[in-house]
């Protein structure tokens, strides 16, 4: 698959869009169950009603782990408030409104951040 250039990077992954599809392609340096994790996370968020993109599939791509799911178009709130400062307080609390939906539900299926962050230190004091 052609994927051209990304329209984003970040330390983890690079993003793609592919014939109308985001495409997060992750980094080689991460373990082989990655891409599996985060979807399972997302597609958990979306079948409770978060505000996050439909997952496709998990697959690779090019020999990387990726993720494809639905592109939803948009501004980012940064760049709504920088254009219309009067506009904070509406964006703010909708913002507030959504982390709390986050909070409220409860993710027994998931491990816990406090476990996964303790794995990932663990594995990183071993380069240390």
Do not use: C
């Not at 690079?14 to 597609?43: C, M, S, W």
């Not at 997952?55 to 782990?65: D, W």
């Not at 948009?74 to 709390?100: P, R, Y």
Request: glycine share 6%; no cysteine.
């Amino acid at each position: 698959m052609i994927l051209g250039n990304p329209i984003a990077s970040g330390k983890t992954a690079d993003i793609y869009l592919h014939e109308g599809k985001l495409v997060k392609l992750f980094k080689d340096f991460l373990p082989d169950t990655a891409a599996e994790y985060e979807a399972n996370k997302q597609r958990y968020a979306y079948s409770h009603g978060l505000p996050v993109p439909y997952v496709f599939e998990v697959t690779k791509i090019n020999g990387k782990q990726a993720i494809i799911m639905e592109y939803v178009l948009g501004t980012t709130i940064g760049n709504i408030i920088f254009d219309d400062m009067a506009k904070m307080e509406h964006f703010m609390s909708l913002s507030v409104d959504v982390q709390l939906k986050v909070h409220s539900i409860k993710a027994s299926s998931l491990e816990p951040m406090t476990e996964k962050l303790k794995s990932l230190l663990a594995q990183w004091s071993y380069f240390i």
